[in-house]
C-alpha cells in the first residue's frame, strides 16, 4: 500500500511539473519562429526561400556622388559633395553583414556613386518606421544616428566612381576589386562589422506579372505552390518579412498569415512572352534565405503579392 501510495505521488509531482511547463490560457506559445529583421535561416522544419524584390530602373536615374565614411555607430555613410550626409538605404539588391563586410570595408575613404531612387524619406512615417515588415535586416533607427543624415533609397550597391560634369552618364563599375582605404583619418579595424540597410519595397508593376491560382502546402519540409492544374512548384517570396510559423503552422508574409491547403490569388514573376518565371534566376545576389538544398527545384515561382 506504502509502495502504490509512493507511486501515485511521483505521478502526480510528473503530471504538476508537465502542467507548470506548458502555455496557460491567454499566454502565447514560446517562441520559435525567426526573430522580426532576422536574417537568419530559419531552424523550423518547414523550408522557406525568400529574396528582396527586384527594382526596375526606368530611364536615367539621378545618381549621388560622395565619400563613402564608417560613422563611429558602425553604419555606412555617403558625405556628398555638396556637404549632405546621406544615409543610404538599399531596396534592390541583398547582402549578408560579411558580404557588405568584404565589399564596403576597402572603399571607406573612396568616392563611390549610387542610383537614387528616392530622396528625403521620412523615417517617422509608417511605411519606414522601425517596425515596418520593409527591412530586411535591423531597422537604421535601431543602429545608426537618423538625425544627423537625410535618409535616401538607392536601387542597387554603392559602387567606385569619380565625381561627374552635368548630363555626364555614370558607367557602372561593379567590379570587386580590392582597394586600400584612403582616409588616413580614421583607420580601420578588421573587426568591425559595418552596418547597411536593406529595405524590401515589395511592390510591383502589372505589366510584370500575372495570376496563378494554388495552395500553400509542405511536403518532406519544404514550402511548395500546389497549382490548380497540379503542377509542384518552388516558391521564392519578395514578400516583406516572410517565414515560416511553426506554431501556427502557417507563413507569415507582408503583415498577414497564409494558411496551408487553402486556395489564393498568387501576383508572379513573369517572361517577356507572358509565361511565367519558372526557372531559377542567375542572378541571386537579393536572395535573403535561399532555397533548401533538399527541397526540389525543377519548377519554380517568384511570388510578388498573395491574396
Not at 535591423?138 to 552635368?166: D, F, M, W
Amino acid at each position: 500500500m506504502a509502495k502504490l501510495a509512493q507511486v501515485t505521488l511521483i505521478s502526480l509531482c510528473y503530471g504538476l511539473l508537465v502542467a507548470c511547463q506548458k502555455p496557460t490560457a491567454g499566454q502565447p506559445d514560446p517562441p520559435n519562429t525567426p526573430a522580426p529583421h532576422s536574417t537568419t535561416k530559419p531552424t523550423t522544419p518547414v523550408h522557406v526561400a525568400t529574396s528582396m524584390m527586384p527594382q526596375l530602373i526606368v530611364g536615367e536615374p539621378l545618381k549621388d556622388v560622395g565619400i563613402l565614411e564608417l560613422g563611429a555607430d558602425q553604419c555606412l555613410y555617403l558625405k556628398l559633395d555638396n556637404g549632405q550626409t546621406i544615409l543610404p538605404i538599399i531596396t534592390g539588391a541583398y547582402r549578408t553583414p560579411e558580404q557588405i563586410k568584404s565589399r564596403y570595408m576597402p572603399l571607406i575613404g573612396q568616392r563611390v556613386n549610387a542610383a537614387v531612387e528616392r530622396s528625403d524619406i521620412n523615417l517617422a512615417s509608417p511605411h519606414f518606421s522601425a517596425i515596418s515588415p520593409g527591412w530586411v535586416n535591423a531597422s537604421p533607427q535601431s543602429k545608426c544616428n537618423v538625425k544627423a543624415a537625410i535618409p535616401r533609397l538607392y536601387y542597387h550597391s554603392l559602387i567606385t566612381g569619380e565625381p561627374v560634369a552635368a548630363n555626364q552618364v555614370i558607367e557602372p563599375d561593379d567590379s570587386n576589386k580590392v582597394l586600400k582605404p584612403s582616409n588616413p583619418s580614421r583607420p580601420v579595424s578588421s573587426n568591425q562589422m559595418p552596418y547597411l540597410a536593406f529595405y524590401n519595397q515589395s511592390t510591383y508593376h502589372p505589366d510584370n506579372t500575372l495570376t496563378e491560382h494554388g495552395k500553400l502546402v509542405v511536403k518532406d519540409h519544404c514550402l511548395y505552390l500546389k497549382l490548380k492544374n497540379g503542377t509542384l512548384a518552388l516558391p521564392i517570396f519578395y514578400t516583406q518579412h516572410t517565414y515560416w510559423q511553426d506554431n501556427s503552422y502557417s507563413l507569415r508574409a507582408s503583415g498577414h498569415n497564409w494558411g496551408l491547403n487553402q486556395f489564393y490569388q498568387f501576383k508572379v514573376q513573369k517572361h517577356w512572352d507572358n509565361q511565367p518565371v519558372s526557372k531559377r534566376l542567375r542572378d541571386e545576389l537579393g536572395m535573403i534565405v535561399g532555397p533548401h538544398e533538399s527541397c526540389q527545384q525543377n519548377e519554380v515561382r517568384y511570388i510578388y503579392a498573395m491574396q
